[in-house]
């Protein structure tokens, strides 16, 4: 499949490191990552709700919703809001192509031909995504488990206890494994933040052989993007504004307790291993640390399985197309022909 304009999007557990490779991405002369945004799920789950796409009034009702919605994050786009809406009603008419009409106007605020979107809980809804973008790729940032935790420890939005903290990761690095195996070749690649802040060159222009793009050396100094790609309030996303480093790998030491290190280990141990992080040889967690992660871990399994089976309920009616028809690779899938070369400038 031609990958001059598949949609990129980058996946991950949270502190994983993924705003630095969005700013990298977006450092690149053809590809636009915006900040992360807030409608793409909520928009794909009120789907009924938001009617049949073909219809020119439905487009307008969701591109209004997605433009000046409290909680969207459209205003950190940069873009004109009526202009928006008023591309979005002349996109085809799926779910997908007024949803990713907002990231085709926002690579074409900057000249780009491609777009690419950044949300580390994506990685649980990648197959969300594929219906949404069907020729989409997928990059996931792993990062050592211990050190991914103690950041999310420290962040003053993230509220739940260290049990939730070790789940996420190894939700991550699980939802990885059953992507490598499923999805379609050339549609997924796992990379370490270890190795890209130790050697960006060398593994940007691998990651440049999977988009298949030309690699550009301005994509290893993501700080000059950053005042552009970063909101300013998002003060935890300070390390961005300055160079590529190695100093916070395996700063875990450090930033947790022993009994957070024995359990993080005693839990992720193989998936640590099996992903080149050396354990530390600390003491087995105790059964109290050890059973509270497993109560943690099994509610948000249960959740999980509650929200699956309520999602193919509603597959059983859907309210119209979902597949973006932007791409000459999505409307090759779709049995159509590629857009007008007019109609593609009008519509960025």
């Known amino acids: 499949m031609a990958t001059?304009?598949?949609?990129?999007?980058?996946?991950?557990?949270?502190?994983?490191?993924?705003?630095?490779?969005?700013?990298?991405?977006?450092?690149?002369?053809?590809?636009a990552v915006p900040p992360e945004t807030r409608f793409m799920i909520q928009a794909y789950h009120a789907r009924r709700r938001h009617g049949d796409m073909r219809r020119p009034d439905n487009r307008r009702r969701l591109a209004e919703w997605v433009a000046g919605g409290?909680?969207?994050?459209?205003?950190?786009?940069?873009?004109?809001?009526?202009?928006?809406?008023?591309?979005?009603?002349?996109?085809?008419?799926?779910?997908?192509?007024?949803?990713?009409?907002?990231?085709?106007?926002?690579?074409?605020?900057?000249?780009?031909?491609?777009?690419?979107?950044?949300?580390p809980s994506y990685f649980k809804?990648?197959?969300?995504?594929?219906?949404?973008?069907?020729d989409a790729q997928f990059i996931h940032l792993v990062r050592d488990g211990r050190d991914c935790v103690a950041s999310l420890l420290e962040m003053p939005w993230y509220k739940l206890d260290v049990y939730h903290a070790i789940a996420n990761w190894a939700e991550a690095i699980d939802f990885g494994r059953h992507h490598?195996?499923?999805?379609?070749?050339?549609?997924?690649?796992?990379?370490?933040?270890?190795?890209?802040t130790a050697d960006p060159e060398l593994a940007l222009k691998?990651?440049?052989?999977?988009?298949?793009?030309?690699?550009?050396?301005?994509?290893?100094?993501p700080r000059h993007v950053a005042q552009v790609a970063v909101p300013a309030h998002k003060v935890w996303h300070a390390n961005t504004h300055t160079a590529v480093t190695?100093?916070?790998?395996?700063?875990?030491?450090?930033?947790?307790?022993?009994?957070?290190?024995?359990?993080?280990?005693?839990?992720?141990?193989?998936?640590?291993?099996?992903?080149?992080?050396?354990?530390?040889?600390?003491?087995?967690?105790?059964?109290?640390?050890?059973?509270a992660y497993r109560t943690t871990a099994a509610r948000r399994r249960g959740a999980r399985l509650k929200r699956t089976g309520r999602e193919r309920l509603i597959r059983l009616w859907e309210p119209g197309p979902l597949s973006a028809l932007l791409t000459s690779?999505?409307?090759?899938?779709?049995?159509?022909?590629?857009?007008p070369h007019s109609q593609l400038v009008e519509s960025s």
Do not use: N
């Open 4 to 31: 001059l304009d598949r949609p990129v999007f980058v996946i991950g557990c949270p502190r994983s490191g993924t705003t630095m490779l969005q700013l990298m991405l977006h450092s690149h002369p053809r590809i």
């Open 70 to 119: 409290k909680d969207t994050k459209f205003r950190e786009l940069g873009l004109d809001r009526t202009e928006y809406v008023d591309h979005a009603v002349a996109a085809p008419g799926s779910l997908g192509s007024v949803l990713g009409t907002v990231f085709r106007d926002y690579a074409a605020r900057f000249g780009k031909p491609r777009w690419g979107d950044k949300r």
């Open 125 to 134: 809804h990648v197959g969300m995504l594929l219906r949404l973008f069907p």
């Open 180 to 196: 490598a195996a499923h999805l379609p070749a050339g549609s997924y690649h796992e990379l370490r933040y270890e190795d890209l």
């Open 206 to 221: 691998r990651l440049c052989g999977f988009i298949g793009e030309d690699y550009d050396p301005a994509m290893c100094e």
């Open 246 to 291: 190695t100093a916070r790998s395996g700063s875990w030491s450090t930033r947790l307790e022993p009994w957070q290190i024995s359990l993080c280990e005693t839990v992720l141990g193989s998936r640590l291993e099996s992903h080149g992080y050396e354990l530390s040889g600390a003491p087995k967690a105790t059964r109290d640390h050890r059973t």
């Open 329 to 339: 690779g999505q409307r090759a899938l779709a049995g159509l022909p590629p857009l």
